[in-house]
């Protein structure tokens, strides 16, 4: 096995339509829906600059304007707070400013997920790294990103991030069928199959949208076929490098045991800002008071 280069590199897609937040996201990109006081992809640009990835490349599209606005300098609302004195939001708008450089290239077609990755080959070149998916927001207390980058760099092939499902939710999610390597914490990855039926899965584990990958992978997803939904599916691609003996391949699987929120459906999304709030220090303990009786 080769040693992986260090990673440096962070795609994040964001394109997609967000139907699934209608009407609410008609003119607005559904990453900017507020989580409790900062747009969702906000906690998923500062977990990739936390893991150390200093280059960051988001795929946008068709009305994603306020997403490009959002990680700019905005001088007028600076020094609008400047002179009031506000210093705290300030800082807090400066922050996002400062989170950068962002690099943003544009997916034309929606043609899936595996087609958004391939949009970033350019960008990416001949170099590891890694792919943060909006919808999930990992909790900063639990480590996942860094771990993963640390088993992309000792097996030189891809890393999937997992965790034990429900099995009636699988169908939601791409499955992995996964086996033990021998003294070491992560896995290797079998099979993968995107969003198969309950009955057909081949386990409980799902793979959530996190994945550290070798370049290799942009020539697979050249040759990927579309798959579910008429897409061409990153999870499709993943399978191949799973089976490949080819320089880049092998997929390895790190099992997530810490505080998801998944922001990816509407009811989703209610819990995970009701759990984010409720962890605030200003207010998570009158929120948690007022929720008990609320729902008394
Ligand atoms: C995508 C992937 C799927 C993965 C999921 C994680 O699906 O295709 O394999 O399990 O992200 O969030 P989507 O949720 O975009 O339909």
New binding site residues.
């Given amino acids: 096995m080769t040693l992986g280069k260090p990673i440096r590199k962070a795609v994040i897609p964001a394109a997609g339509l967000g139907t699934r937040f209608l009407p609410a996201t008609k003119a607005m990109p559904k990453e900017m829906l507020p989580v409790v006081d900062q747009p969702a992809i906000q906690y998923v640009v500062e977990e990739a600059v936390n893991a150390g990835l200093t280059d960051l490349l988001m795929i946008t599209g068709r009305n994603k304007r306020a997403l490009e606005d959002h990680f700019d300098r905005a001088p007028a609302l600076e020094r609008t707070l400047e002179l009031k004195g506000d210093l705290s939001r300030l800082e807090a708008i400066q922050h996002a400013s400062n989170l950068g450089p962002l690099h943003y290239v544009r997916q034309g077609d929606p043609k899936g ?1 595996g087609h958004a990755v391939l949009c970033a080959r350019q960008h990416v070149g001949d170099e590891p790294f890694a792919v943060l ?1 909006g ?2 927001l990992i909790d900063d207390r639990d480590e996942l990103l860094s771990t993963m980058i640390e088993v992309q760099a000792r097996t030189g092939g891809s890393v999937v991030a997992l965790i034990e499902v429900d099995p009636s939710q699988i169908s939601a ?2 499955c992995a069928d996964i086996s033990a390597v021998e003294g070491e914490d992560y896995f290797r990855v079998n099979r993968l199959v ?2 198969p039926a309950v009955a057909d899965a081949p386990s409980n584990l ?4 996190r994945y550290v990958l070798h370049p290799e992978i942009f020539d697979v997803l050249e040759e990927t076929e579309p798959g579910r939904g008429g897409e061409i ?3 499709d691609a993943l399978q191949t490098l799973a089976v490949s003996d080819c320089e880049g391949g092998g997929v390895y699987g790190v099992v997530f045991r810490g505080r998801r929120y998944d922001t ?1 459906d509407k009811l989703s999304y209610l819990k995970a800002v009701i759990s984010i709030a409720s962890e605030r220090v200003e207010f998570g303990e009158e929120l948690k008071s007022w929720l008990k009786e609320f729902v008394n």
């Fill in positions: 997920l998916l919808d999930d999610y791409g995107e969003k799902a793979v959530i949208g599916q990153l999870t990816g």
